[in-house]
């Protein structure tokens, strides 16, 4: 979900056991020779492999194991979290990014969102605060059209869920900014109404009714959050602010 007005454009083994037809003879006296007797011995039982219930330490065992899985799950979190840092640092919070850049950093926010230790992210008090935002696909967040000395320096969206509230904010030259109600659609998703944008953080000019879009929180921990908009656009923060209060 972007959020824009032109000019200010703002972001939002087991084996079978068998029994024999023709078992094994131990020995046996031949009929026309009582005096003589043949022994004949067994060939080697097959090893058979019964089910039995697990023991005590095995069910301990295989409550405990989710640990291990537990602990890779975060590890392989923080791999794909370096990953994609390393990614996106020379590309300009997107701006210098390439369609072959924008694949790259995709894919790997698809995998980063797979092992996000948070499913239901609008549940959870880590995404309350002020988060700046370091990469994104939204041209209109990047203001790509216009000259680099005329762009934002810095993007910054802040979320407080006791009041449903967001806060989309730009650093200098221009200071913008635009407040929106927030409306939870799953535990992931909310749509969004923004009410009244700032004109350099000062002029309120009340937003338009279509001023609306949805926003889907795909990732979410202490430190990263990765958000997806109804526009196709790929949306990548950093907490810098988690006492931050969103104004009513």
Known sequence: MALSFHSHSIFLTTTQSQTSSNPNFLSFHHQHAPTTTFHY???????????SAPTDTEKWRAKVSFFPAFLNKRKDAMTLKEELLEAIAPLDRGADA???DQQVVDQIARNLEKVSPIKETLKSNLLNGKWELIYTTSSSILQTQRPKFLRSRANYQAISLDTLRAQNMESWPFFNQVTADLTPLNARKVAVKFDYFK????????APDSARGELEITYLDEEMRVSRGDKGNLFILKMVDPSYQVPA
Do not use: D, M, N, Y
Request: glycine share 4%.
């Open 199 to 206: 004109i350099a953080g000062l002029i309120p000019v009340k």
């Open 98 to 100: 390439t369609a072959e």
């Open 41 to 51: 011995f067994r060939a080697s039982k097959p090893t058979t492999h019964k089910l």
